[in-house]
């Protein structure tokens, strides 16, 4: 039976984690202990991780600030598992994560893991439609964490498993911020370990709770998906680049009118038939007319500030200093 660390860097998140850590004590499979590390925050959770140490094996680290990835390498240092699980404090695990696991782990060598995410029945009908526009094929192409993956999975920080072989061969995360969960998948997958999805090994990932906030974590992951090329150039492919010609396409539309009312006239026809295909899937998988307008708004707000992002960040020389914010 193998030993799992649960590594959970945290900024001023006090409330998720006393949720994160509440999900943790209804496991079925019981073998891990918990490491949140409190990165600088003013908002510590200290006194939170004291009221689970009767029912979990809880260590509370406090350091200063660095960002989620040189944190989650503070908590690998110091963690004692066969494996090293990392989790994002808005994340609710649901009871049988772990058993599910070990169970795959039993059948299927992998030194790399990772699993999807899901909207839980107590969310905002917002952070359903985050979700939904998360994994929806008009946005991601609906192959985010699921079966129909193409080429090696590279699992994101979220819900992600490493073994303890992996973080002493790759020294963990080389970067703080701006992908360095797409960068340490890489890395692994270079150095030859192998990498694998676990269908239903699923969190369930609360996200934003505005769509300002999304708008503001989407545009860093567009600049993210760039800043990568300083690493691995050839891991940019045309795939990427489509939320950005989504907002040059946009753009274009636009200004179209000026140069013809048919272009204009044709865009609009096609942007009401993508608005209609986001509208009528999210509402045949949440049977909610509410969460089903709201996937219009995320979908929108995730192409956009993603695209955004990535046209930003292009403009960036490869060769200057990499940026951590």
Known sequence: M????????????????????????LQTFKNFEVLIVEDGSDQPCKEITQQFEDRLKIRY????????????????????????????????????????????????????????????????????????????????????GNKKHVGVFHPRSFNMGISKEVFEKTGGYLITRMGEDIEFSLRTIQHGFKSGLIPDAFVYHKRRTSLKQFFKQLHFFGRARVNIRRFFPKELKAVHTLPAVFVLGLVFWAVSYLLHPWLFFTGAGLLSLFVVGIFLHSLLQSSSFKVALLSVAAAFTQLIAYGMGMLTEAFRKVDQPLSQK
Not at 13 to 18: D, F, G, M
């Open 61 to 144: 680290f406090f350091k200063p600030n660095s960002g989620q990835g040189f944190s989650r390498n503070y908590g690998f240092e110091r963690a004692e598992g066969d494996y090293f699980v990392v989790f994002d404090s808005d994340c609710l695990i649901p009871e049988k994560y772990f058993e599910t696991v070990e169970a795959f782990l039993d059948q299927h060598q992998l030194d790399v893991f990772g699993g999807p995410d899901k909207a839980h029945a107590s969310f905002t009908p917002l952070q359903k439609a985050i979700s939904y526009s998360m994994t929806s094929p008009f946005t991601t192409g609906g192959i985010r």
């Open 2 to 25: 193998r030993y799992y660390s649960v590594i959970v860097p945290v900024y001023n998140r006090p409330q998720e984690v006393l949720e994160l850590l509440e999900s943790l004590c």
